[in-house]
């Protein structure tokens, strides 16, 4: 199946830092969301996007549905080491489907 | 918050044994999802539902078949388990048009 292009595939950082990842799409999504998934656990949902343009914070993250509706971007600000783990985010292509299309994800590692 | 619960965590079975995956969420939601997570893979869908008794083939249904009798409850059976299916399994929920809320996973280990 399909998936959406996901940059950087990896990330090394000291805690403090701030981290930005992106994904990229050839078409227009409705839907942005990003997961996070921790080793052997299920993702769990950290922010979803409705409309292009929409900017919206949890907490220390926060998150863009690009307006061109194919592209989304995500910033960790202050890196902490429980931000370890894996982050996905993943689309809606239309309005017409409820199955999500995912990216192939950033890991993410702090050291303190 | 919404809960989607996995009946369970870590599963091994023999090679040929009929297999049930159990997911059940609490939210009410119309659409539940079955998943599989491989390495360098992804996430891949296997089957979905949109209401009870309704199901649609995902990306890769071979080898699985599915059961929604009630609203909160989707089961993944896989008919005769080859080695091929051990995989991490992930079940989702969401409500129309929202986000899916994902279940911790069964980690299935097929000998």
């Known amino acids: 199946g399909q998936q959406l292009n996901q940059s950087p595939q990896s990330m090394f950082i000291q805690e403090g830092e701030d981290v930005s990842m992106n994904c990229t799409s050839s078409?227009?999504?409705?839907?942005w969301l990003w997961y996070k998934q921790e080793p052997g656990e299920g993702p769990v949902l950290l922010i979803a996007l409705y409309k292009a343009g929409e900017l919206t914070s949890n907490g220390r993250l926060t998150a863009q549905f690009g307006i061109t509706r194919k592209d989304s971007f995500l910033n960790i600000s202050a890196s902490i080491p429980s931000d370890v783990g894996i982050y996905f985010c993943a689309g809606q292509p239309s309005s017409n489907t409820d199955k999500l299309i995912f990216g192939t994800g950033t890991r993410l590692q702090v050291f303190p | 918050d919404v809960k989607v619960t996995q009946s369970s965590r870590y599963l091994v079975k023999r090679t040929g044994e009929k297999v049930f995956l159990e997911c059940v969420q609490d939210m009410d939601h119309e659409n539940m999802f079955w998943y599989r997570q491989d390495p360098g893979l992804g996430l891949r869908l296997i089957y979905f539902s949109y209401d009870v008794k309704m199901k649609e083939k995902g990306d890769i249904p071979e080898g699985y078949s599915v059961s929604r009798e009630k609203k909160e409850r989707f089961s993944l059976i896989l008919e005769s388990a080859s080695t091929n299916q051990t995989s991490m399994y992930l079940c989702?929920?969401?409500?129309?048009?929202?986000?899916?809320?994902f279940g911790d996973g069964t980690r299935l280990s097929i000998l």
């Open positions: 989702a929920s969401s409500r129309p048009p929202g986000a899916q809320h």
């Open positions: 078409s227009i999504f409705n839907t």
